[in-house]
């Protein structure tokens, strides 16, 4: 008994280590994803181009994560798990030193374009190892954990980018994500267990997910429903700035808000996520919309305005619930529907980027991306309806 102890305990800490591994990788991704929203005063400075503009580099690094992550989950359908992991964060790294050098406006897009190429796949692939590390009772929480590393980047990563950025320089910063990258890369090596590809995957059975209206109308929900936290976030230092008149030094501290809320938000949306999903995805909806009205009112104050961002946050409660729903409907395509879910997130982030950049350009000010932010919850909500009432009528014709 003491020897079956030892080594259940063993077996525990290796999980742990594990999961902590692949969490590093999330963290870093999430510090180099939203590190450019703290950055665009810096970067539109020194490029001598307009915030809206420098936002672009935001919608180019979603748009390579929504290019890359359905064809390398696809090309990549038979690899060994582990090793694609370590292939995808090596790409990333790369990608990151190549924003660093990057001295122009196109040069810093084409860069975050390749940087997003590998974020989705590597999400996808470390959601499918993180769940079988555990048991099937267990996948929401496990899910959580790696999504804890994405949420931590908010919380520590991008308020630190922020104020190195400050310090030093935005090329500096990418240059410390690429180091993140390096040391996943080691830990992954090191602890994440190696299991063999999967001889019978073929590129066309992960491309029937694509046949799947449950997997498809899934992703739909995430890409438009999601769109809306980008839609604010991606501007909200320049609003806070602007409207609730917080100084520059103080943006760090408003990207600690925002990471706060991610981590509540993930740490809930992990435990409700283990419940009935269909009806969590449909709850954490309808927060977010509310969340979003009432940013208008609570972005007027600097208090307010980080509490405001703080709820913004908590928008990642949806998230688990999405990755769970889309594991239960893509029976035999997990790979590119698990990728997918990140393609579709990241449709979100430059859906809401380009179209809160593009109220802005057209005059309506800073506000006014509270309001796309809002019209893409609801659009989100009413996909969601759909969705629910296909899935009903599915399971009634398979009864």
């Known amino acids: 008994m003491l020897l079956k102890n030892n080594r259940d305990a063993g077996d525990a800490s290796l999980v742990r280590w594990a999961l902590l591994a692949l969490a590093l990788g999330g963290f870093g991704i999430g510090t180099g994803e939203f590190i450019m929203m703290g950055l665009l005063p810096d970067v539109s400075l020194s490029l001598a181009i307009t915030e809206p503009q420098a936002g672009n580099a935001i919608a180019s690094y979603a748009l390579g994560v929504v290019v890359g992550a359905p064809i390398i989950a696809v090309l990549a359908a038979r690899m060994a798990r582990k090793s694609l992991l370590l292939i995808l ?22 860069a975050r374009f390749l940087t997003g190429l590998p974020h989705g796949a590597y999400f996808g692939v470390a959601s499918l190892v993180a769940a079988s590390l555990v048991s099937a009772e267990r996948r929401g929480r496990a899910l959580a954990s790696l999504m804890l590393g994405l949420t931590v980047a908010t919380l520590i990563g991008v308020p630190l980018g922020s104020w190195i950025g400050q310090l030093f320089s935005w090329h500096v910063v990418f240059t410390f994500v690429g180091v993140i990258g390096v040391l996943t890369c080691l830990l992954i090596g090191r602890y994440v267990p190696y299991t063999p590809g999967d001889a019978d995957a073929h590129p ?16 739909l929900v995430g890409a438009v429903g999601f769109g809306g936290m980008f839609a604010i976030f991606s501007y909200i230092a320049p609003t806070l700035i602007n409207i609730a008149g917080m100084s520059a030094a103080l943006i760090p501290w408003a990207m600690v ?9 993930n740490l809930v949306g992990g435990r409700l996520a283990d419940g009935p999903v269909l009806k969590i995805i449909g709850w954490t909806l309808l927060w977010n919309v509310l969340v979003m009205m009432a940013f208008p009112v609570l972005v007027q104050h600097v208090a307010t305005g980080l509490l405001a961002t703080f709820l913004i946050g908590t928008c990642s409660v949806l998230l688990p619930a999405l990755q769970i729903r889309l594991m239960d409907v893509a029976n035999e395509s997990q790979t590119l529907a698990a990728a997918m879910n990140h393609s579709a997130l990241n449709i979100a982030n430059a859906m809401g980027a380009y179209f809160g950049g593009l109220t802005v350009s057209l005059g309506y000010g800073w506000i006014s991306t509270a309001w796309v932010g809002v019209a893409l919850g609801l659009a989100g909500l009413m996909v969601f309806v759909i969705t629910a009432r296909h899935a009903v009528r599915q399971q009634a014709q398979l009864a």
């Open 89 to 110: 964060m090596a790409l990333f790294s790369v990608g990151n030193v190549a924003s660093a050098m990057a001295e122009s406006y196109h040069g810093l897009i084409v």
């Open 257 to 265: 808000a925002f990471g706060l809320g991610m981590i509540v938000g």
């Open 204 to 219: 066309l059975r992960e491309l029937g997910a694509l046949k799947n209206s449950q997997v498809m109308l899934t992703l």
